[in-house]
């Protein structure tokens, strides 16, 4: 992500306007538009200045990536090899997962905030999901603490077992 998305998404996130967010990082409101329309690059120095004012921190996590895993039969399934992070809003909202995922029971919403409904998601996901679908609706903390409770073929289990128990050198992003 680029320091003018990221600008952009803070100020909006914050509700702010151009002039509002310039005025409390001490710059001009045309320098914060050359900066979010990417015609000028701010320092990280003055992006963290920016950000800050907007209410929110600029932070460093851990690049998600997946690898393939053969099982038994079927398709191969992909693991993460950092367990992904969510915002509270989105690990705890209400759901309805795309038909790809959930095409016998379809319409059907989810409240993440219901352990048995977390965990029904979870398990869904973790059989017939991708990798967005991964970074969508599994956060890493909640994972780890259903683990022993989702009926989860043995394979797939198998796959994810290392990353989930931190055994593969793995953390949560």
Same mark, same amino acid.
């Given at each position: 992500?680029?320091?003018?998305?990221?600008?952009?998404?803070?100020?909006? @996130?914050?509700?702010?306007?151009? @002039?509002?967010?310039?005025? @409390?990082?001490?710059?001009?409101?045309?320098?914060?538009?050359?900066?979010? #329309? %990417? +015609?000028?690059?701010? !320092?990280?120095?003055?992006?963290?200045? /920016?950000?800050? @004012?907007?209410?929110? =921190?600029?932070?460093? !996590?851990?690049?998600?990536?997946?690898?393939?895993?053969?099982?038994?039969?079927?398709?191969? /399934?992909?693991?993460?090899?950092?367990?992904?992070?969510?915002?509270?809003?989105?690990?705890?909202?209400?759901?309805?997962?795309?038909? #790809?995922?959930?095409?016998?029971?379809?319409?059907?919403?989810?409240?993440?905030?219901?352990?048995?409904? +977390?965990?029904?998601?979870? =398990? /869904?996901?973790? +059989? =017939? %999901?991708?990798?967005?679908?991964?970074?969508?609706? /599994?956060?890493?903390?909640?994972?780890?603490?259903?683990?022993? =409770?989702?009926?989860?073929?043995r394979a797939i289990r198998s796959a994810?077992?290392?990353?989930? !128990? %931190?055994?593969? %050198?793995?953390?949560?992003?």
């Open positions: 992500m680029d320091a003018a998305t990221i600008l952009q998404q803070a100020r909006r @996130a914050a509700g702010l306007s151009q @002039a509002a967010l310039a005025a @409390a990082a001490g710059t001009s409101r045309p320098t914060l538009s050359a900066y979010e #329309h %990417g +015609r000028k690059s701010p !320092t990280l120095q003055t992006a963290a200045r /920016i950000v800050a @004012a907007a209410g929110f =921190e600029l932070t460093v !996590t851990p690049r998600i990536e997946f690898r393939e895993v053969a099982v038994d039969r079927g398709r191969p /399934i992909l693991v993460p090899t950092v367990l992904p992070r969510l915002p509270v809003e989105r690990a705890l909202a209400v759901v309805e997962l795309p038909l #790809h995922l959930n095409w016998s029971d379809r319409g059907r919403r989810f409240d993440l905030r219901n352990r048995r409904q +977390r965990a029904r998601v979870y =398990e /869904i996901v973790l +059989r =017939e %999901g991708g990798s967005d679908d991964v970074a969508s609706y /599994i956060d890493g903390v909640l994972l780890v603490d259903l683990w022993d =409770e989702l009926v989860l073929p994810w077992q290392g990353v989930v !128990t %931190g055994a593969s %050198g793995s953390r949560v992003a």
